[in-house]
């Protein structure tokens, strides 16, 4: 990838890391992964359009950040096990990790890390997380492994975060924006505290299936939809583009921005942050994966741009 490639537009940002992975599809999409938190960096439609959020630190700074070992937040950024006291940040460390690149051609790439002295001091635990990159005409699919390396069981969370932007190209006015649910969802919803923790439910705001967007949904931090019926979702705009996110073995869902600003981040997860009464060990965490040693654990979501009628 060169400085005078489309895919990388001026934007606030700066300059864009020089050890971008490229991908694409002749005809379909283009992205580009950035090897600290292996993280989307770019990723443009057919007609040169960005559908990713640009990063603008006066903002907010992710793009499509990883979110593991944990998805939000710990009560008090912490949690117990085996008698001792560990402290995470909220979502994480993969987002702020430089993985390694692995196999890379012109429509795939594969990022792993692993544990090592720096992540063991906040998480014991021997992992190898890999996250692969494919695209297929006008489809991106980002695929996880979690691999427990260890000899005894080991918890864990996981998710995307992909900011996509809002409204999206040629995709007419901001308010006209919709996220359709492929299947009917509970009535209620779960709700954050001021500390980021789950706290409270409230009735959905669903109107059937449609999520109708607008900022005073976002007042108070993200609509979470635990266990949420739907693995697919389609964002778009009346006569507009749409894109179709579907997931894998996600069964959660937080849709979250920050109020004007011009992004929507639909966010499918296994396990969320902490119920405000929780103070448990990490193995009683609720959303928490427990895998065996040996074993390896799999999801994926896959973004599909579809085109205006």
């Avoid at 695209?135 to 699919?141: A, D, E, K, R, V």
């Avoid at 427990?148 to 969370?157: A, Q, V």
Wanted: with cysteine.
């Amino acid at each position: 990838m060169n400085e005078q490639s489309p895919l990388i537009p001026t934007l606030p940002q700066g300059t864009p890391p020089e050890d971008l992975v490229p991908i694409g599809a002749p005809g379909g999409l283009d992205a580009a992964i950035n090897p600290l938190g292996a993280e989307l960096w770019f990723l443009r439609d057919r007609d040169g359009g960005h559908l990713l959020w640009n990063g603008n630190p006066d903002i907010w700074s992710g793009r499509a950040p990883i979110l593991f070992p944990i998805v939000g937040r710990l009560r008090d950024d912490s949690y117990r096990h085996d008698g001792h006291v560990y402290r995470l940040p909220r979502h994480g460390f993969a987002r702020h990790a430089r993985f390694t690149p692995g196999a890379h051609d012109d429509h795939h790439a594969l990022f792993r890390l692993e544990d090592n002295a720096e992540t063991r001091a906040a998480y014991p635990f021997a992992f190898a997380l890999t996250i692969s990159y494919a695209i297929t005409g006008n489809t991106l699919t980002i695929g996880a492994e979690v691999a427990n390396r260890g000899d005894t069981p080991m918890p864990f969370s996981f998710g995307f975060h992909p900011a996509l932007r809002w409204p999206l190209p040629q995709g007419g006015l901001r308010a006209a924006h919709h996220i359709l649910f492929d299947r009917p969802e509970a009535p209620d919803i779960a709700r954050l505290d001021s500390n980021g923790l789950l706290a409270r439910s409230e009735p959905s705001p669903l109107e059937g299936q449609e999520l109708r967007l607008r900022d005073a949904l976002f007042e108070q931090d993200a609509l979470i939809f635990p266990e949420v019926n739907s693995h697919a979702f389609t964002y778009t705009s009346p006569g507009g583009p749409a894109i179709r996110l579907q997931t894998e073995n996600l069964p959660d869902l937080g849709i979250w921005t920050k109020p004007d600003a011009d992004f929507i981040c639909i966010e499918p997860w296994q396990g969320h942050a902490d119920a405000d009464d929780f103070s448990g060990d990490i193995f009683q965490k609720p959303g928490v994966i427990v895998l065996p040693p040996g074993e390896v654990w799999k999801a994926s979501m896959s973004l599909t741009h579809e085109r205006s009628a």
